[in-house]
């Protein structure tokens, strides 16, 4: 099994930035790619980041390019998201996920889920 708790949600305005961080234990390695989604109230949840098991390779939805960074400490069993130039559109709830071998971007593509950390962006 593997355990996946984010942290580092919270309020902020627009214009703003946060990290959200995502701590893995029990029976991950770095052969997992990992992976950042978000629901918003009354929608799907939906990719938001992806990174290779070894951080060379990221992808990112759309609406996030030139705003979010993902990226990856696998010493610390770590993945982190940088967000930056935070919009009202941003909040959701946010979620990391595991999955063992290559990066992906579908919800049912990984394994294993984080609890999700709130993140809220006031106008």
């Known amino acids: 099994q593997v355990q996946l708790v984010e942290s580092g949600g919270g309020l902020v305005q627009a214009g703003g930035s946060l990290r959200l961080s995502c701590a893995a234990s029990g029976r991950i390695s770095s052969s997992y790619a990992m992976g950042w989604f978000r629901q918003a109230p009354g929608k799907e949840r939906e990719f938001v980041a992806r990174i290779a098991w070894n951080g060379g390779r990221t992808s990112y939805a759309d609406f996030v390019k030139g705003r979010f960074t993902i990226s990856r400490d696998n010493a610390k069993n770590t993945v982190y998201l940088q967000m930056n130039s935070l919009k009202p559109d941003d909040t959701a709830v946010y979620y990391c996920?595991?999955?063992?071998?290559?990066?992906?971007?579908?919800?049912?593509?990984?394994?294993?889920w984080g609890q999700g950390t709130q993140v809220t962006v006031s106008s």
């Open positions: 996920a595991a999955r063992e071998g290559w990066y992906r971007s579908r919800v049912s593509d990984y394994d294993y």
